[in-house]
C-alpha cells in the first residue's frame, strides 16, 4: 500500500495528475447524482388511465389556469355607480325657484292694486299664468303642464310658501338617496306618499306632487374609470397559479384529462426531447465544489508531500461517503419517507477532521448536505430535498463541534452528542412541516437519528486504523494512543532501562513546551522523545543514566568500540521502531535527534591516547534534522542530559548551559538541513530554560539561601 501511495503522490506533483483526480471526482459525483436530476420520461397520452402517480419535476406557473383566475376575477367586479349630490341640490333649487316665481308674481299684482294699476277685478288666471312662465325658462315650463303653475299662482302666498316647504322637505328626503335610473319611478311614488296626507287645498297639493315628480330624476351615475381601477385591483390581487415542486398533479388510476395533460406539459413531463438544462445545472454545481477544493488544497500550508497525501486521503473518504449516501438513498423504494436520515451524516467530517483539520471537515460537510439535497429528492427528479440537506449539515457540524480531544473514547461520546443534535433537528424540521404525526413515528425518528450518530461513530473508529496505515498518517488519536504508558515499547524501555525512561520524559517535557513556543507540533515532539531512545534497550549498561550501583565497562573497553556502541542506539532505535510498525514520523526522531554531532568524549580520549583518528568516525551517521520537531528533540536530549550532571544548578548557570548547547550545534551545522530560524532557536532557548528551572527548582541554591546557611552555621 506505501509503495503504491508513494507512486501515486509522485504523479500528483504533476499538474496534470492533480488535474485528472479532480476530475475523477467530477465523474463520481456526476454519475452519482445522474439519476437524481434526469427527467423522467413518460408514455402519458390523453385520456388515458394513468400508470403510476406522477409529481412535478420543478415549480413553474400555471399561466392558463392564472389568465382563467384573472379574467373570474375581473368579472365578478360589479359595476361602480356613485352618488351625484350636486343634482339634488339643483333640483331643490329649481323646485324652489318655481315657488319663488309665484309668490313674486301675488306680490307684485298686489302691489300694482295698491297703486291702482289695476282697476276693478284683479289679473285673470291667464294673466298670471303668463308672467309666472317670463319669470321661467322655456325648458322648465315645456316640461310643467300650465295646469300646475296656474294652481300656484291661484294660491295665497302663505299657502305658496307651505306648499314649498313641504315639496322641499320631500324632494331633499328622496334625492338624498342613490336613485338608479330604473328606481325613479318608484322614488317618484315614494314622494307622492309623503305630500298625499299634507293639509293643502286639493288643486295645491297636485301641484306640489306634480312638480315634486318633475324634480325626481336620476342621481346614481355609472363611473366607468372607477370601474376599470376596481377590476384592475382585483387582477392584482389574484396569486399566480403555480406547479409545486414535489405537487402530484396526477395520482395512480386516474383519468388524464385535458386539464391534467396540459399540467403534464407545462412540467416537461411530455417532451421526450428534453432540455439539457438539468445536467449543465449539475455540471455546474461539481463544478463549483471541484473548483473550491482545488484551491484549498493549492493553498494549504503543507509541503507538497504531505499536501499530496491529503488530497488522496480526502478524495479517498469524499468518494467513499458519497457511495455510502447513493446506496442509503436507494433505500427510497421501501417507501419510507425518512429513511434519508439514517445516513451517517457525520462521518466524513470526522475523519477529515481527525485526519487532516477542521476546516476541510467543514468544507465536506456542506458538500456533502448540498449532493444529499440532491440524491434525497424522494423520488422527484431534478428537486432538491432541503430537509435532508439541513440535517447532513447539521450533523456534520455537530460532530466537529463535540470532536474536542480526539482519543476514540472521544469518538464515540462525539457520536452519542452527533446522535443527540440528529434528533433535535429531524423533530425541528418534523415539527416545521407541521404534518400530522403519531407517537409511533416519533419513536422511528428518535431511532434512526440515534442510529446515525452512533454509526458515525463506529465507522469512523473502524476506518481510521486502515487510513493511519495505509496513508501513514500520524493523527493527534495515534500520538495519543502512542503515548500510553501501557503501549509495549514504553513497557520496555520502563522495565530493561529505567534510567532512560525518566530521561526520555524529561526530554519529552522539554521538547513539547519548546515546539509549542515555536507553533511546532508539541505532541509529536512528546512521543518522538518518549521513544527517541528505545535503541538503549539493546545495550542498557553502556549508558549512564542506567548505570546505578554498577562499574561504568566503558572504562574496560577501547574508546572505538565503546563510541561504536554509543552510535548504534540511534540507528538501533529506528529499525526497532521500524520493525514495530510505528510511524515514519517518530522513526525519524529516533534517527535524526543525534544529527552528525561529534562523540566528544570518546573523541578527545583517542585523541588523548595519541592514536591519529579521523573526527568524521567519532560522528553519528546523521542525518541531520529535517524538521523542526526532531531538532529540538536533539536539544532538549543533550540540554537534559547536561543540567543533571550539575549539582545544584542556578538559573544562570542553565540558561548558559542551554545557549550553549544550541550554539554548539548551530555553528555545527546541524540546523541545515530544518527551517528552524535564529528567532526560534531563541523563543526555543527561553522555553528550555523557563521548564528546567520548574524542574530543578526544589534543587537549586540561590546566593541567599547560600548567605542564610553561612550565617546560621
Same mark, same amino acid.
Given at each position: 500500500?506505501?509503495?503504491?501511495?508513494?507512486?501515486?503522490?509522485?504523479?500528483?506533483?504533476?499538474?496534470?495528475?492533480?488535474?485528472?483526480?479532480?476530475?475523477?471526482?467530477?465523474?463520481?459525483?456526476?454519475?452519482?447524482?445522474?439519476?437524481?436530476?434526469?427527467?423522467?420520461?413518460?408514455?402519458?397520452?390523453?385520456?388515458?388511465?394513468?400508470?403510476?402517480?406522477?409529481?412535478?419535476?420543478?415549480?413553474?406557473?400555471?399561466?392558463?389556469?392564472?389568465?382563467?383566475?384573472?379574467?373570474?376575477?375581473?368579472?365578478?367586479?360589479?359595476?361602480?355607480?356613485?352618488l351625484?349630490?350636486?343634482?339634488?341640490?339643483?333640483?331643490?333649487?329649481l323646485?324652489?325657484?318655481?315657488?319663488?316665481?309665484?309668490?313674486?308674481?301675488?306680490?307684485?299684482i298686489?302691489n300694482?292694486?295698491?297703486?291702482?294699476?289695476?282697476e276693478?277685478?284683479?289679473?285673470?288666471?291667464e294673466?298670471?299664468?303668463?308672467?309666472?312662465?317670463?319669470k321661467?325658462?322655456?325648458?322648465?315650463?315645456?316640461?310643467?303642464?300650465?295646469?300646475?303653475?296656474?294652481?300656484?299662482?291661484?294660491?295665497?302666498?302663505?299657502?305658496?310658501?307651505?306648499?314649498?316647504?313641504?315639496?322641499?322637505?320631500?324632494?331633499n328626503?328622496?334625492m338624498?338617496?342613490?336613485?338608479?335610473?330604473?328606481?325613479?319611478?318608484?322614488a317618484k311614488?315614494?314622494?307622492?306618499?309623503?305630500?298625499?296626507?299634507?293639509?293643502?287645498?286639493?288643486?295645491?297639493?297636485?301641484?306640489?306632487?306634480?312638480?315634486?315628480?318633475?324634480?325626481?330624476?336620476?342621481?346614481?351615475?355609472?363611473?366607468?374609470?372607477?370601474?376599470?381601477?376596481?377590476?384592475?385591483?382585483?387582477?392584482?390581487?389574484?396569486?399566480?397559479?403555480?406547479?409545486?415542486?414535489?405537487?402530484?398533479?396526477v395520482?395512480?388510476n386516474?383519468?388524464?384529462?385535458?386539464?391534467?395533460?396540459?399540467?403534464? /406539459? *407545462? %412540467? @416537461?413531463?411530455?417532451?421526450?426531447?428534453?432540455?439539457?438544462?438539468?445536467? =449543465?445545472?449539475? +455540471?455546474? #454545481?461539481?463544478?463549483?465544489?471541484?473548483?473550491?477544493?482545488?484551491?484549498?488544497f493549492?493553498?494549504?500550508?503543507?509541503?507538497?508531500?504531505?499536501?499530496?497525501?491529503?488530497?488522496?486521503?480526502?478524495?479517498?473518504?469524499?468518494?467513499?461517503?458519497?457511495?455510502?449516501?447513493?446506496?442509503?438513498?436507494?433505500?427510497?423504494?421501501?417507501?419510507?419517507?425518512?429513511?434519508?436520515?439514517?445516513?451517517?451524516?457525520a462521518?466524513?467530517?470526522?475523519?477529515?477532521?481527525?485526519?487532516?483539520?477542521?476546516?476541510?471537515?467543514?468544507?465536506?460537510?456542506?458538500?456533502?448536505?448540498?449532493?444529499?439535497?440532491?440524491?434525497?429528492?424522494e423520488?422527484?427528479?431534478?428537486?432538491?430535498n432541503t430537509?435532508?440537506?439541513?440535517?447532513?449539515?447539521c450533523s /456534520? *457540524? %455537530? @460532530?466537529?463541534?463535540?470532536?474536542?480531544?480526539?482519543?476514540?473514547?472521544n =469518538?464515540?461520546? +462525539?457520536? #452519542?452528542?452527533?446522535?443527540?443534535?440528529?434528533?433535535?433537528?429531524?423533530?425541528?424540521?418534523?415539527?416545521?412541516?407541521?404534518?400530522?404525526?403519531?407517537?409511533?413515528?416519533?419513536?422511528?425518528?428518535?431511532?434512526?437519528?440515534?442510529?446515525?450518530?452512533?454509526?458515525?461513530?463506529?465507522l469512523?473508529?473502524?476506518?481510521?486504523?486502515?487510513?493511519?496505515?495505509g496513508?501513514?498518517?500520524?493523527?493527534t488519536?495515534?500520538?495519543?494512543?502512542?503515548?500510553?504508558?501501557?503501549?509495549?515499547?514504553?513497557?520496555?524501555?520502563?522495565t530493561?532501562?529505567?534510567?532512560?525512561?525518566?530521561?526520555?520524559?524529561?526530554?519529552?517535557?522539554?521538547?513539547?513546551?519548546?515546539?509549542?513556543?515555536?507553533?511546532?507540533?508539541?505532541?509529536?515532539?512528546?512521543?518522538? %522523545?518518549?521513544?527517541?531512545?528505545i535503541?538503549?534497550?539493546?545495550?542498557?549498561?553502556?549508558?549512564?543514566?542506567?548505570?546505578?550501583?554498577?562499574?561504568?565497562?566503558?572504562?574496560?573497553?577501547?574508546?572505538?568500540?565503546?563510541?561504536n556502541?554509543?552510535?548504534a542506539?540511534?540507528?538501533?532505535?529506528?529499525?526497532?521502531?521500524?520493525?514495530?510498525?510505528?510511524?515514519?514520523?517518530?522513526?525519524?526522531?529516533?534517527?535524526?535527534?543525534?544529527g552528525?554531532?561529534?562523540?566528544?568524549?570518546?573523541y578527545?580520549?583517542?585523541?588523548?591516547?595519541?592514536?591519529?583518528?579521523?573526527?568524521?568516525?567519532?560522528?553519528?551517521?546523521?542525518?541531520?534534522?529535517?524538521?523542526?520537531?526532531?531538532?529540538?528533540?536533539g536539544i532538549?536530549?543533550?540540554?537534559?542530559?547536561?543540567?543533571?550532571?550539575?549539582?545544584q544548578?542556578?538559573?544562570?548557570?542553565?540558561?548558559?548551559?542551554?545557549?550553549?548547547?544550541?550554539?554548539?550545534?548551530?555553528?555545527?551545522?546541524?540546523?541545515?538541513?530544518?527551517?528552524?530560524?535564529?528567532?526560534?532557536?531563541?523563543?526555543?532557548?527561553n522555553?528550555?530554560?523557563?521548564?528546567?528551572?520548574?524542574?530543578?527548582?526544589?534543587?537549586?541554591?540561590?546566593?541567599?539561601?547560600?548567605?542564610?546557611?553561612?550565617?546560621?552555621?
Amino acid at each position: 500500500m506505501q509503495q503504491y501511495l508513494i507512486k501515486i503522490r509522485r504523479l500528483l506533483n504533476i499538474k496534470f495528475f492533480r488535474i485528472l483526480l479532480f476530475v475523477l471526482l467530477g465523474v463520481v459525483l456526476y454519475l452519482s447524482m445522474y439519476s437524481n436530476v434526469k427527467p423522467e420520461k413518460l408514455d402519458i397520452r390523453l385520456f388515458s388511465i394513468a400508470n403510476q402517480t406522477i409529481r412535478s419535476p420543478l415549480t413553474i406557473e400555471d399561466k392558463e389556469s392564472t389568465k382563467a383566475k384573472k379574467k373570474e376575477a375581473e368579472e365578478q367586479v360589479q359595476d361602480v355607480y356613485v352618488l351625484n349630490k350636486s343634482i339634488s341640490e339643483n333640483r331643490i333649487d329649481l323646485i324652489t325657484s318655481i315657488f319663488d316665481s309665484a309668490v313674486e308674481v301675488n306680490k307684485e299684482i298686489k302691489n300694482e292694486q295698491k297703486e291702482g294699476m289695476h282697476e276693478g277685478n284683479s289679473p285673470s288666471k291667464e294673466v298670471k299664468l303668463k308672467r309666472v312662465k317670463e319669470k321661467l325658462t322655456d325648458d322648465v315650463t315645456k316640461d310643467i303642464p300650465d295646469s300646475v303653475l296656474t294652481s300656484l299662482v291661484v294660491s295665497a302666498n302663505d299657502e305658496l310658501i307651505i306648499a314649498r316647504d313641504l315639496s322641499i322637505t320631500a324632494i331633499n328626503m328622496i334625492m338624498n338617496n342613490r336613485i338608479p335610473t330604473h328606481e325613479v319611478e318608484n322614488a317618484k311614488k315614494k314622494l307622492e306618499e309623503e305630500l298625499k296626507y299634507t293639509d293643502l287645498n286639493l288643486d295645491l297639493k297636485n301641484a306640489a306632487i306634480q312638480l315634486g315628480r318633475y324634480a325626481i330624476i336620476p342621481n346614481e351615475f355609472y363611473d366607468p374609470d372607477a370601474t376599470e381601477e376596481m377590476r384592475q385591483q382585483a387582477v392584482e390581487n389574484v396569486e399566480p397559479v403555480k406547479i409545486l415542486e414535489g405537487q402530484i398533479i396526477v395520482e395512480e388510476n386516474q383519468l388524464i384529462n385535458r386539464d391534467v395533460y396540459r399540467q403534464l /406539459g *407545462l %412540467a @416537461g413531463l411530455l417532451d421526450n426531447n428534453r432540455s439539457n438544462a438539468p445536467f =449543465i445545472g449539475l +455540471a455546474l #454545481l461539481i463544478m463549483v465544489f471541484l473548483t473550491a477544493l482545488y484551491f484549498y488544497f493549492y493553498h494549504l500550508e503543507e509541503n507538497k508531500e504531505q499536501k499530496q497525501t491529503y488530497l488522496l486521503l480526502f478524495s479517498l473518504i469524499f468518494i467513499l461517503s458519497i457511495f455510502l449516501m447513493k446506496m442509503v438513498s436507494l433505500l427510497h423504494v421501501l417507501e419510507f419517507a425518512d429513511i434519508a436520515f439514517i445516513f451517517p451524516a457525520a462521518m466524513s467530517a470526522l475523519l477529515i477532521k481527525i485526519l487532516i483539520d477542521e476546516k476541510l471537515a467543514i468544507v465536506i460537510t456542506i458538500i456533502m448536505a448540498i449532493c444529499g439535497s440532491i440524491m434525497f429528492n424522494e423520488g422527484v427528479t431534478g428537486s432538491l430535498n432541503t430537509s435532508t440537506g439541513i440535517y447532513i449539515l447539521c450533523s /456534520g *457540524l %455537530a @460532530g466537529i463541534m463535540f470532536l474536542s480531544n480526539q482519543r476514540r473514547s472521544n =469518538i464515540f461520546k +462525539a457520536g #452519542l452528542f452527533v446522535a443527540a443534535a440528529n434528533v433535535v433537528v429531524m423533530l425541528s424540521l418534523v415539527f416545521l412541516r407541521n404534518g400530522q404525526y403519531d407517537i409511533q413515528d416519533y419513536i422511528i425518528i428518535v431511532v434512526i437519528g440515534f442510529m446515525s450518530g452512533i454509526l458515525s461513530a463506529v465507522l469512523t473508529i473502524g476506518l481510521l486504523p486502515f487510513l493511519e496505515a495505509g496513508f501513514g498518517i500520524l493523527s493527534t488519536m495515534r500520538l495519543i494512543e502512542l503515548s500510553n504508558p501501557n503501549h509495549p515499547l514504553l513497557k520496555k524501555i520502563l522495565t530493561e532501562t529505567p534510567g532512560t525512561y525518566h530521561h526520555s520524559v524529561m526530554v519529552a517535557n522539554l521538547a513539547e513546551s519548546a515546539c509549542e513556543t515555536i507553533g511546532a507540533n508539541g505532541l509529536l515532539a512528546r512521543v518522538g %522523545a518518549y521513544y527517541h531512545d528505545i535503541g538503549k534497550t539493546k545495550r542498557p549498561q553502556f549508558f549512564i543514566e542506567n548505570q546505578l550501583n554498577i562499574e561504568n565497562p566503558h572504562d574496560r573497553i577501547p574508546p572505538n568500540m565503546s563510541k561504536n556502541i554509543i552510535i548504534a542506539h540511534a540507528t538501533d532505535g529506528a529499525e526497532m521502531l521500524k520493525t514495530h510498525h510505528m510511524p515514519k514520523e517518530i522513526i525519524d526522531i529516533a534517527e535524526q535527534h543525534h544529527g552528525t554531532t561529534l562523540l566528544k568524549y570518546f573523541y578527545h580520549k583517542v585523541k588523548q591516547s595519541g592514536v591519529e583518528v579521523d573526527e568524521e568516525e567519532y560522528r553519528y551517521p546523521g542525518p541531520k534534522a529535517q524538521t523542526k520537531e526532531s531538532a529540538i528533540v536533539g536539544i532538549a536530549d543533550s540540554v537534559e542530559a547536561a543540567v543533571r550532571s550539575m549539582s545544584q544548578p542556578t538559573p544562570e548557570q542553565i540558561e548558559e548551559l542551554v545557549r550553549k548547547i544550541i550554539s554548539d550545534r548551530l555553528q555545527d551545522n546541524q540546523f541545515n538541513e530544518c527551517d528552524l530560524t535564529l528567532k526560534e532557536l531563541d523563543k526555543v532557548a527561553n522555553a528550555l530554560c523557563e521548564t528546567l528551572n520548574g524542574i530543578f527548582h526544589s534543587r537549586i541554591e540561590y546566593p541567599e539561601m547560600t548567605k542564610q546557611k553561612v550565617k546560621h552555621a
